[in-house]
């Protein structure tokens, strides 16, 4: 009872000032009924600051924005930790396969388990029935509207759980004293969520439809259609049960239900013309480093953080060694995670996406006796063969500077067009075959190549793909090229039970690069650098396969040789297959009253 107090005060109370033009509105109502839910969700302005304060939770500092958006999606066979070896704390464990219940890192009462996602979901489920209760919620009205962002968010929560834990507890009503302990239902979360996203895009409008949605901080159609069939796919894929690696027997859940589904929701987004692919792939990720948020574009929908909150450049982005021109967010920000060092060399050496995807350098020591714009100017210099880094996220393409020494305010894109056109590919194939696949797979890769590589990279490639086999295969890969560095790729690779497959292969992968190997015997050992004109930048001669030769004067040469047995082998400590998922942390299993327990192997 002290527990459920405690819960729904703190709910009631943080959805009441959630926003400061609701807070106005709250604290200038007669005391008798500023409590009185009929008045809060049958009035718009006050519902929405209700429903704004579902989005907090995600800023939390140990909820997403420093826990499950660092942690959640490596390693796979696309990306890893940079530092997977470490064994001087917790945080490896998270990445490799071996996290243990009383994980330092994650086993707090203040965990994004409890306070980043069970808060957010116990904010929507009061909005939740007090929009139904009280506010006439219906298509094309503010209140239905706000209904189904209030679904919809619910719905990330829960699918951001399911991904991580697995199995997990059921809430869909404000928390009682009859319901403060759950056991957990899968299956049961994975069907209301994919309804409740229905019922949701008949109330939200398609991008830039009302005031709300012509940003993708806020919930559109499109993205309410493409996050129900990224659930539709995950829902009736494999995933790890207690008795192992299987789809659900739950015939609700059937791939002869989820796929046609899935296929539905992504061309009516297709069709709707509401958003569409970025013109190119470096645009794409420079308009999101710059923080554009105008909706009808690539980006469906983003978690959004203010200026001194969120974490994603700081995690992810290319490291700076030091404050310097770019960047004021403090020593050593970015390069916690990065692309495997075979993932460069995989790429067609056309492939535009390739360099915008990973990097091969880091911004140095700044000099301080260089200034730029009066801070201290620094270069770009090599890093090592075993170590890159994710170039979608860079602190040079900001439009501002970060001067935050924690957070730098830049939000996670969550769900983008180019998935949006995976999905339709993958569903198609499945249904309809290859041919009906292709149109989508080769929107996506035009994008990928030049006018003048098209006809092969593209139309060529493409049309030998005469099998749905030989289809899905090209998708499998497609994916990965699109992808890498975006923590997309786990849960991809359990749904197509590829998950321990492409691990094991990932690392007969990288002992051929040690090697020089194997489809990794052109790959120079050597590199070449000099300084463009900038004195700044890096051009650098060897990285493609084949590029043997001293490039002559000017160039300084670098040994591109660095990676070991045990480097690669700190992939996974454990079969990734036997734990797909996080355990659940040991402070919610002594707090369950003997309700949850964790099923895979721990």
Known sequence: MKNYLIISGLALVSIFASCSDFADDFLTTDSASSLDEAKIFSTASLAEGAVNGIKIPFGDTESYRGRFLPWYGMNTDTDWYNASESTSSDKADLATYDAKPNNSEMNKVTNVWATGMYAGIERANICIRGLRAYGNPTPGSDLGY???????????????????????????????PETVYLAKSRDLIYKQIIANLGEAATLVPWPNGNAATTSVERVNKAFVKGLRARLALAASGYQQYPDGVRRSNDPELAVSKMYPLALAETREIIASGTAKLETSFEGLWK?????????????????????????????????????????????????????????????????????????????????????????????????????????????????????????????????????????????????????????????????????????????????????????????????????????????????????????AQAKLDMTDLKNRTGAYADVPSTLYYKYAADNESLVIYGLNRGEFTNPGAGYTSFNWTALSDSKINSLYRNNPDAKQFWPIWQVFLDSSNGLLVNDYGY
Request: glycine share 8%; aromatic share 12%; charged share 25%.
């Open 287 to 503: 308009k999101y480093n710059q923080e554009n948020t105008s909706a009808g574009g690539e980006s469906l929908w983003e978690i959004p953080f203010g200026a001194g909150r969120g974490r994603m450049l700081f995690t992810f982005a290319v490291t700076h060694t030091g404050v310097d021109q770019y960047q004021g967010n403090g020593a050593n920000r970015g390069g916690q995670g990065g692309p495997l060092p075979t993932v460069f060399y995989d790429y067609d050496t056309k492939d535009l996406r390739r360099d915008v995807t990973c990097v091969p350098y880091k911004w140095g020591t700044p000099n301080s006796t260089v200034l730029t714009n009066n801070f201290p100017t620094a270069k770009q210099e090599l890093s090592v063969l075993n170590r890159w880094f994710f170039g979608k996220y860079r602190y040079e393409w900001m439009s501002r500077r970060v001067t935050s020494t924690n957070d730098d305010g830049v939000n996670k894109m969550y769900m983008r067009y180019g998935e949006i056109l995976l999905m339709a590919a993958e569903t198609a194939n499945e249904l309809e075959g290859p041919a009906a696949a292709a149109v989508y797979l080769k929107m996506l890769r035009k994008r990928a190549f030049s006018a003048a590589d098209q006809a092969q990279k593209v139309e060529a490639y493409v049309n030998a793909l005469g099998s749905k086999t030989a289809m899905f295969n090209a998708i499998v890969e497609e994916q990965k090229f699109e992808f890498t560095g975006e923590m997309e790729r786990k849960q991809a690779l359990i749904r197509w039970n590829l998950l321990g497959s492409k691990m």
């Open 146 to 176: 706000l209904l189904g962002e209030a679904l919809t968010l619910r719905a990330v929560y829960y699918a951001d759980l399911l991904k991580a834990w697995g199995d997990v507890p059921a809430r869909f009503e404000p928390i009682t």
